[in-house]
């Protein structure tokens, strides 16, 4: 199969768009040892859209496909997969682990590859930094409370028990105010645009689901 530059349509041009944002998210997730690259595929001479650490191929937005990028989209379009890991090197000769995975678009063709690229000379006590916070980045961001719930009620169960213990916990709020303070709490958590949630947490709490709402009312006007 000759490979061809395909003319993106306005959705594949926004649906690839949409990754860009991805590629500064996997970045900050994973740290400075990943080069994380986004190409589409109307122009090979400056495939490159977007690219985060591009220091460790020396490569920036503009650039042209790579033979290895070229390889893999013609894989993937014959033999309908859409992803592949496999080590390789930079011009320099250094190490990396590599993968390609196919972006589709409208009717499922292939309209861009977003690309990983470990540099395996990253240090270990650089990739464990990553994982580590920082003491500023520490106070800065709290641990986080995270449900991983089965279904939804144990996720509205889950997340009105933690709001609960911190409310009872904080002795400057009395205990008339204590159910307030508890809706307030998941009405800033989000909980209330699950469907039904008001009157699963009233009966959770033992008020009527007019309270409720007379608490939702009031602190959403504040």
């Known amino acids: 199969m000759k490979l061809q530059e395909i003319q993106l349509t306005l959705v594949e041009q926004q649906i690839l ?3 860009c944002s991805i590629l ?4 900050d997730y994973l740290g400075s040892g990943y080069e994380i690259v986004l190409h589409r595929l109307d122009n090979f001479e400056h495939s490159v859209i977007n690219i985060v650490h591009g220091e460790y191929t020396g490569r920036q937005i503009g650039a042209p496909i ?3 990028a070229l390889e893999m989209l013609k894989k993937f379009n014959e033999n309908g997969i859409s992803s592949e890991t496999y080590y390789s090197a930079n011009s320099k000769g250094e190490p ?3 993968t390609t995975i196919a972006i589709r678009g409208e009717n499922g063709r292939i309209i861009g590859l977003l690309c990983m690229n470990y540099y395996m000379n990253t240090s270990f006590s650089e990739f464990i930094n990553n994982f580590i916070p920082s003491q500023s980045t520490a106070i800065e961001n709290l641990p986080v409370t995270e449900t991983f719930a089965s279904n939804v009620d144990d996720m509205i169960l889950s997340t009105l028990e933690h709001a609960r213990r911190q409310v009872y ?4 709020i009395l205990s008339s105010n204590k159910n307030k303070a ?3 709490l998941l009405y800033d958590k989000g909980i209330f645009q699950i469907k039904d949630a008001v009157p699963k947490v009233a009966d959770l709490l033992g008020i ?3 309270t409720v709402y007379l608490h939702l009312r009031n602190y959403s006007n504040t």
């Open 208 to 210: 009527s689901k007019n």
């Open 182 to 184: 508890i809706i307030n």
């Open 17 to 19: 768009n949409s990754y």
């Open 169 to 172: 916990q904080d002795m400057s």
């Open 24 to 27: 500064e998210g996997l970045a």
């Open 96 to 98: 990396l682990k590599s």
């Open 66 to 68: 790579t033979n290895k």
